[in-house]
Structures are given as structure tokens and as C-alpha cells.
């Protein structure tokens, strides 16, 4: 990992002026793909293609996986048919797919002109699952053993297939049929004292797999729950077609995690990285929450005019109205946040529902309590208000604080269950709906007390 990115960057510019490619090559190649993959990030886009074409060919293709989109599109339109032909013969299939998915039509097209057509026909294969599920993530590139195989005959297999694979310590056994029925590593033969012993005698027949059609983050998790490396993945017949890995289950996890948060700050999840989303589409992305949201907060200004006349005799309530919808909103964002990174993980279920009331009731009035005592004390001391205006509003700070944690427990619960992203019941939402009843509630009470 570079710790500052801008010595490699002017070290390398200094040796390009000198045109020095021999220590460039050398001083390049003591990075990590990724590493190089960020420093081309801060290079002239004119010196990328030759940069890339000084790397060392494997370090190369790496190093291309890593990439953003635009610097792959740039260093595609710069190939020759034989440079493109030979970066996308070392490319794994799900990388091929993936950098499909980013390109343009015209590019596609001359990327699998360029491709193996075997390897075109995998890529095709994927690119017919439906986008989410775990079918468009997998890869088709493992090791594939028969149960009848000796610890001879294994290794043989790993060394003849292994340069094409993209992880080779857990293999997968299938029949004649290709049918999935066991799971073996090359621990398993390496600590193994009967060198006669087949894959049939070691392998585990207790396999967690998953279908093509099952969804990408559901697999995700199944992968991180189970502490696999890789995840078999088959068709609704049982036949081994693919494996998730455990890489691409990070990026797939790293997705959604990006895209929730994005989802609970009311913005439209989009793919590009934010310096690279033009305006007029962060515009476009931004634009319809807030103006959902802008005419949801209709409710509040009606429940205002309802009670303006009652506010004119009680100005000094006025005051406290945006710390009475600031404190509910913030009550309610604590659990709807909390509860919604619990479905996430699958740590909290509809029938939760319940044993969630109980606590935040618990948890709510303490918190409530607690606030309406500094409350009270802080008005009669700092804002000089009379004892019964400081009760009305110490009351309904309580009061709000109870409802907007049940209300943020309850309602992200509920738009699960429906079928709806959770995630669209964070803060925004939350604190539109709160802010309506904080003011009911506000003024429900001030009416009993102060007989408005």
C-alpha cells in the first residue's frame, strides 16, 4: 500500500523525461496492481499507454483489472488487435464481464473480436443471467476432480489447469453428469499420509453451494457467514456451472453497502465514482427525493396554519419548535439506522418486531427522561421562560422521543416486508414523518396545559 502517492508519481515522471524505461520497468514492477493501477490515476492520460506497455506482460493484464473504466477505455482504443488479443487472453472470465458491462457498444464489439472463443462463449454464458444474480458475478474458471482420482492424478490436474484458474486450493468433484457432489482442498491431500487415498475417500459431501439465480448479495453473505474462499455455484439440476469468490464477494458487499448509504441519504444509486458523475446526472440522481421530500413537508406547514392563531398568544412556543423536530428526528435516525444495518445482515427478521417495541420503549424513555430534565433546567436558568412553558416542552420532549424510536424502529421492519428497500426509511423519511407528529404532539399538549 503506498502511504503518499505523490513521490512514486514524481519519480516517475523524472524518469520518463530521462526516457529511462529500463528503471522505470524495474521501479514499476516493485508495485502491487492496484498500486499501479492508483498511480496511473495521477499520470498525464497521454503517458498511461506507454507506462502500461512497459509493465511486464502478467503484471500488465493485472494491473488492467484494477483500472478505472476510463483508463481501459483509453488503453483500448490505443492497441493493436494483437495487444488487446493477448490482455484479454489473461483475463479471467468474470473480469472480461465485468469490463463488458463498462464499455460502450462499438468497444464490446472489438473486445470479443479479440477474445478466445471459448472464452466468448463463458462471457456469453454470464452475460445471460439477470443483473443481481449470483449467475452475472460467478466465474466459470475452476478445478474440476472425479471422485476416482488418485493424489497423483490431482496434482497432475492442478498443474496442467492451474495457469487458467483463478484460485486453485479449493476444488470441486462432480459425476459424469457434472452434477456437484463434493468439496475437496489441497490441504486435504497435502496432509494426507495415504498417498493412494482418492478425491472420493477425502472430500467433504456436506457442500454449501448456491444457485445461478440466487441473489449476488444473498451469496455474498452465505460466503463471508460460512468463512469460504470460494462458493460453488450451480443450476436448479445440480450442475457445478461456476464459483463466487472471495473477492468478488467483497466488491459485491462494498456495492450494496455503497448503495444503501447512498439510498439513506435520499440520492438515486448510481456506479460512477462521484468525480466522475457529471452534474446534469448528480442533478438528476439528487432531484426527485428532494422534491418528494420538499412536498412531503406539506404536512408540517398545514399543521403550523392550523395552530397559528393559538401560536400568535403563545409566541414564546415558537422558539422551540425546530429543537422539538431537530431532537425527534435525531431520536428516530438513531434506530431506523441501527435496525436497518441489522436487516442488512440478516441479524433482525419481521418477527423481531416485538422484541424491538420492547426494548426502544425501554431505551426511549430513558433517553426521553434524561433529555426532559436538562430541558427543563436549561429554560428556566438560559432562556427565562415561565415553569409551565418549560413543562409543555420538557413534556414533549419526552413524548417525541418515545414516538420517533418507535416510529424509526417499526417502520424500516415493515417496508421490508412489503418488499421495498429498508434503506429508504432512513434519516430523510424519518425525520419528515417525525417532525409532522412532533408537532401534533407539541401542540396537543400545549392546548391541555396552557389552554390554547
Not at 194 to 199: C, D, I, L, W
Amino acid at each position: 500500500m503506498i502511504d503518499d502517492i505523490r513521490e512514486p508519481v514524481s519519480k516517475i515522471e523524472d524518469l520518463l523525461e530521462e526516457k529511462d524505461y529500463r528503471v522505470l520497468r524495474s521501479y514499476l514492477s516493485a508495485f502491487e496492481p492496484a498500486d499501479i493501477a492508483e498511480i496511473f490515476d495521477e499520470i498525464d492520460e497521454d503517458d498511461i499507454p506507454l507506462l502500461f506497455r512497459i509493465l511486464p506482460k502478467d503484471l500488465a493484464s493485472d494491473c488492467f483489472v484494477e483500472m478505472d473504466s476510463d483508463h481501459q477505455m483509453l488503453l483500448i482504443s490505443s492497441f493493436s488487435d494483437r495487444e488487446l488479443s493477448d490482455v484479454m487472453e489473461d483475463l479471467f472470465v468474470d473480469d472480461t464481464v465485468d469490463l463488458i458491462d463498462e464499455m460502450p457498444a462499438n468497444v464490446v464489439k472489438r473486445i470479443l473480436s479479440q477474445t478466445p472463443h471459448d472464452k466468448r462463449m463463458a462471457i456469453n454464458q454470464i452475460l445471460a443471467y439477470p443483473k443481481g444474480s449470483t449467475g452475472a458475478v460467478m466465474t466459470t474458471e475452476f478445478v474440476e476432480l472425479k471422485a476416482d482420482m488418485t493424489y497423483e492424478d490431482v496434482f497432475k490436474r492442478i498443474r496442467r489447469t492451474a495457469v487458467d484458474k483463478e484460485t486453485i486450493y479449493t476444488c470441486y468433484v462432480t459425476d459424469s453428469y457434472r452434477h456437484l457432489i463434493g468439496v475437496v482442498t489441497v490441504k486435504d491431500f497435502l496432509v494426507c499420509q495415504n498417498e493412494e487415498a482418492t478425491v472420493a475417500e477425502l472430500m467433504e459431501t456436506q457442500i454449501i453451494s448456491v444457485t445461478t439465480t440466487e441473489d449476488e448479495e444473498s451469496a455474498a453473505k452465505m460466503l463471508s457467514k460460512y468463512d469460504l474462499l470460494a462458493l460453488p455455484v450451480v443450476d436448479n439440476e445440480n450442475r457445478l456451472v461456476g464459483i463466487l469468490t472471495y473477492d468478488d464477494a467483497m466488491d459485491i458487499i462494498e456495492s450494496e453497502d455503497t448503495e444503501d448509504i447512498e439510498i439513506m441519504a435520499a440520492i438515486t444509486p448510481t456506479d460512477k465514482p462521484y468525480l466522475k458523475t457529471g452534474v446534469f446526472e448528480t442533478w438528476l440522481k439528487r432531484i426527485p427525493w428532494l422534491m418528494l421530500l420538499m412536498i412531503s413537508s406539506t404536512f408540517t406547514s398545514k399543521i403550523l396554519q392550523h395552530f397559528e392563531t393559538a401560536l400568535a398568544a403563545q409566541a414564546a412556543l415558537i422558539a422551540f419548535i425546530p429543537m422539538l423536530m431537530g431532537t425527534g428526528g435525531n431520536a428516530g435516525s438513531q434506530v431506523s439506522v441501527t435496525v436497518i444495518r441489522g436487516l442488512s445482515l440478516d441479524e433482525i427478521e419481521l418477527r423481531d418486531i416485538f422484541s424491538i417495541i420492547w426494548k426502544e420503549m425501554r431505551v426511549s424513555v430513558l433517553c426521553g427522561a434524561s433529555l426532559a430534565v436538562v430541558n427543563f433546567g436549561k429554560m428556566l436558568l438560559i432562556d427565562n421562560v415561565t415553569i409551565q412553558t418549560a413543562i409543555v416542552v420538557s413534556l414533549t420532549v419526552c413524548a417525541v422521543v418515545i414516538i420517533s424510536k418507535l416510529v424509526g424502529g417499526i417502520l424500516p421492519l415493515l417496508v421490508k416486508t412489503i418488499g421495498f428497500d429498508p434503506a429508504v426509511m432512513a434519516s430523510p423519511f424519518i425525520t419528515t414523518i417525525v417532525d409532522a407528529m412532533s408537532l401534533l404532539i407539541y401542540f396537543a399538549i400545549a392546548s391541555v396545559m396552557l389552554s390554547m
